[in-house]
């Protein structure tokens, strides 16, 4: 019985745990990185994909530095960085990374394979990764502030569909209008491989995701393989927003209804000052043909002509 009880117990000891891959497939998760690394820090877009290995060991890996990133060096470190902290002797058989560069790799081959717009599947079918702020907004009108987030977010994503190359976007809201909560900023990307559709659609499968819980986080980020996005009540970023939104419409431009009506107020008076006048030449002009009448004048013609003219 105890012969019985050492052998089940070898066999768990020995036998691979799910999670920890074999040691060509960690070799290979190291080559991954230094691939990336170099190819992505050369790259006008800061994007790589490589693919190490042969099966069962290959490995399929991809890395994105965010727009924000403009340094090539600082690009090729934070990837680098990222693989330093894998475990090179008992790594986990996928692993992915959503801060300064967004870094994913895995034994599947459809990590590198576009989404599909219908089910979103090809890599992105899977669980986001998730980070919220632990604050929730607790403002009285924070319906409000929730919904226009999520504008933000919304519009922030519509154009980071279309802003090639590197399918990248920033946004605020203005907030001033919403007592004193913070401006939002926002930060959006898809991998630049994508098309605008593409990039759409894995964007909104993934705000789709935000549940009333998460909606009322300060801030947060959510990310699959092909896209990501975040927002905060503070600068994400040093550059300035590429959107910006106000907490609400512009209102309609000042009426000049009053002067509108100082005017209709000055049309009669300068019509009846005209009349007045008229009318007293007329009765000068009367009084001068009623005696050139009597002189044999014909002053009458002046005042006809004058009339004519006006």
Known sequence: MATTGVVILLLLLLAPTP???AADFCDNVKAAGAALSRNASSSPVQFATA??????????????????????????????????????????????????????????????????????????????????????????????????????LAKTA????????????????????VGTYPNVYSQVQCTPDLSADDCSACLRRLLSMVNSTMALRMGGRMGVTRCFFRYEAFPL????????????????????????????????????????????????????????????TYAIFLVDSFFHII
Do not use: H
């Not at 519509?158 to 209008?177: E, H, I, N």
């Not at 009053?258 to 007293?280: C, D, E, H, N, Q």
């Open 158 to 177: 519509a154009m980071a569909a279309t802003a090639t190359p590197k399918l990248y976007a920033t946004g605020v809201m203005d907030m001033k209008t």
């Open 51 to 152: 693919t190490i290995g042969q099966a069962p060991d290959v490995v399929y890996a991809l890395a994105l530095c965010l727009g924000d990133v403009l340094d090539s060096s600082a690009c090729g470190a934070c990837i680098a960085d990222w693989f330093a902290t894998v475990n090179q002797t008992q790594c986990d058989k996928a692993g992915f990374s959503y801060r300064d560069c967004i870094v994913v790799y895995g034994a599947g081959a459809d990590i590198l394979a576009a989404p599909s717009n219908a089910t979103g599947a090809s890599g992105d079918n899977t669980p986001p990764f998730q980070d919220w702020n632990i604050r929730n907004v607790t403002a009285d009108d924070a319906p409000r502030i929730v919904n226009l987030t999520f504008e933000l």
């Open 19 to 21: 999670y920890l891959a």
């Open 237 to 296: 970023y040093g550059a300035r927003p590429m959107l910006s939104l106000p907490s609400s419409p512009p209102g309609p431009a000042p009426t000049t209804r009053t002067k509108r009506r100082s005017m209709l107020w000055v049309i009669p008076v300068a019509v009846v000052s005209f009349v007045t006048a008229a009318a007293f030449l007329f009765f000068i002009c009367y009084r001068r043909r009623l005696k050139r009448q009597r002189k044999g």
